[in-house]
Structures are given as structure tokens and as C-alpha cells.
């Protein structure tokens, strides 16, 4: 059983999640810090359209795919 954070520890946090589409090999990092509701997987039953990872932090993360051969995704925590 998964064991998941609660409301007063993601209060005032951004949430991060990244989904990739096996069909077209795109990776999508979505960004919610607006309040909107956040659908977290349930490990026992994962869809296709769940999130793969996801986190939720105080800090600014900034994403960046490697300059010279685009094969890595670099994270910078601000």
C-alpha cells in the first residue's frame, strides 16, 4: 500500500509530474502550484495516463535537456 503525504505537508508546495507517451516517445513535466486538484497513481491499479514520477517541493526546479546530444534530462534545483 502506497502511503501518501498529507494536506499539511504539501501545503504551500508545487507539484511535479512527468508523464511519457510510449506511442509518440514524449516525455511532459506538468507544473501545478495554482491549487488545482493532483491525481497521484495508486501503485495497485496504474493507468496509462498516470503520472510516472512525481514530487512535490518548495524549491524552483528548472529542466533542461543536455546541449550536445539532447540524451539527458538535467534538473536544476533554484
Known amino acids: 500500500m502506497a502511503v501518501f503525504p498529507s494536506i499539511d505537508d504539501i501545503a504551500n508546495q508545487t507539484f511535479y509530474g ?7 516517445a ?4 506538468e507544473k501545478i ?3 488545482s486538484p493532483v491525481r497521484v497513481p ?3 491499479l496504474l493507468r496509462e495516463d498516470d503520472y510516472k514520477q512525481w ?3 518548495r524549491s524552483t526546479l528548472n529542466f533542461d535537456w543536455n546541449s ?11
Open 18 to 24: 512527468f508523464r511519457y507517451d510510449v506511442d509518440t
Open 26 to 29: 514524449r516525455l511532459t513535466v
Open 33 to 35: 502550484n495554482d491549487g
Open 42 to 44: 495508486d501503485a495497485d
Open 68 to 78: 550536445n546530444a539532447k540524451t539527458r534530462l538535467l534538473l536544476e534545483v533554484v
Open 55 to 57: 514530487l512535490f517541493t
